[in-house]
């Protein structure tokens, strides 16, 4: 009696595991269009020919400036702008700091930086 019943639990097992697998696969489906080969060739060559409208500044379009200057004139004035220094940089008007005369005495000065670094106390 004890084998029957595991035969037929060894049977109903088996039976929901062939059960389990009721998706099928019905492979790799084709691609449906109405046009032809050559037609999505031609819409491709237009469409790489074509301006990128997800493109930053697409609508605005391009934009010309009319000059009177010549391109020499253009280029020397663009040299000269790059050899100067940078008008952009910290204290670049400030022009070369000038060196003031002190009236302490250097002996006086370098004493009192060894003491700091020392951490002896200081004597004003």
């Given at each position: 009696m004890k084998t029957s019943k595991i035969i037929?639990?060894?049977?109903?097992?088996?039976?929901?595991?062939?059960?389990?697998?009721?998706?099928?696969y019905e492979g790799v489906h084709q691609p449906v269009s109405?046009?032809?080969?050559?037609?999505?060739?031609?819409?491709?060559?237009?469409?790489?020919h074509s301006a990128n409208p997800y493109a930053e500044g697409y609508a605005q379009g391009v934009s010309t400036v009319d000059s009177n200057l010549a391109r020499a004139t253009v280029r020397d004035q663009a040299v000269v702008a790059a050899r100067n220094d940078n008008p952009y940089a910290e204290?670049?008007?400030?022009?070369?700091?000038?060196?003031?005369?002190?009236?302490?005495?250097?002996?006086?000065?370098?004493a009192q930086?060894?003491?700091?670094?020392?951490g002896d106390q200081l004597a004003l």
């Open positions: 037929a639990a060894a049977a109903l097992s088996m039976l929901a595991a062939v059960g389990a697998q009721a998706e099928s109405a046009a032809s080969r050559a037609e999505v060739n031609s819409q491709a060559v237009v469409a790489a204290a670049a008007m400030a022009g070369v700091t000038s060196v003031y005369g002190s009236t302490v005495d250097r002996a006086a000065v370098r930086a060894r003491a700091a670094a020392r």
